[in-house]
Antibody, heavy 126, light 107 residues
Framework: EVQLVESGGGLVQPGGSLRLSCAAS????????MHWVRQAPGKGLVWVSR????????DYADSVKGRFTISRDNAKNTLYLQMNSLRAEDTAMYFC???????????????????WGKGTTVTVSS | DIQMTQSPSSLSASVGDRVTITCRAS??????LNWYQQAPGKAPKLLIY???SLQSDVPSRFSGSGSGTDFTLTISSLQPEDFASYYC?????????FGQGTKVEIK
């Protein structure tokens, strides 16, 4: 069964750090882009970051750029999100997701997020 | 960044109703448009990718259309399990962005 399980969330003070993990099973992690998406309480989904299969390409939302770092250990089938200089507005449920792709005309690919974990909660408060 | 705007933000409907949700991008995103469903307290679920391609195991009452900047998600006959929030999302360029969501409630 294809599965993603997040861990590492918790309560942290403003300015603190936290590292989230996402354990993958049922598929070969190294062949997929992976993403982090967050959702503040009662709010909508916000894309946070992505990383390619071998970890050489990363992208971030402007709101976390310079504070968060996405990484992966394909040998351990695990995705990470290192979060530093945390702010109250980073309080959210954090989901990891698998990046899927479908071939399009002309050698291009359509990209989406086809497998999601259940999420881990991060609360930033003093 | 590309802004995605959904309408309406919420709607009330009855079982069996036809429901339409629209999504507009701030610039052309070709066909790089996906739709997700999120039940309360649950993780999002991919419904449709590339505007109109149904993800496996998604019922055929869901359909998508559009291109460029204007897109539509249609549920042809609303079922009890469809009461949830729906989000469009562009994968044309990073940073990827979601619409603000549409909550479908029971009338």
């Amino acid at each position: 069964e294809v599965q993603l399980v997040e861990s590492g969330g918790g309560l942290v003070q403003p300015g603190g750090s936290l590292r989230l993990s996402c354990a993958a099973s049922g598929f070969t992690l190294s062949t997929y882009w992976m993403h982090w998406v967050r959702q503040a309480p009662g709010k909508g989904l916000v894309w946070v970051s992505r990383i390619n299969g071998d970890g050489t390409t990363t992208d971030y939302a402007d709101s976390v750029k310079g504070r968060f770092t996405i990484s992966r250990d394909n040998a351990k089938n695990t995705l990470y999100l290192q979060m530093n200089s945390l702010r109250a507005e980073d309080t959210a449920m954090y989901f990891c997701s698998r990046g899927g792709a479908a071939a399009a005309i002309g050698g291009y690919y359509y990209y989406y997020m086809d497998v999601w974990g259940k999420g881990t909660t991060v609360t930033v408060s003093s | 960044d590309i802004q995605m705007t959904q309408s309406p933000s919420s709607l009330s409907a009855s079982v069996g109703d036809r429901v339409t949700i629209t999504c507009r991008a701030s610039q052309s995103i070709s066909s790089y448009l996906n739709w997700y469903q999120q039940a309360p307290g649950k993780a999002p679920k991919l419904l449709i990718y590339a505007v109109s391609s149904l993800q496996s195991d998604v019922p055929s009452r869901f359909s998508g259309s559009g291109s460029g900047t204007d897109f539509t998600l249609t549920i042809s006959s609303l079922q009890p399990e469809d009461f949830a929030s729906y989000y469009c999302q562009q994968s044309y360029s990073a940073p990827w962005t979601f619409g603000q969501g549409t909550k479908v409630e029971i009338k």
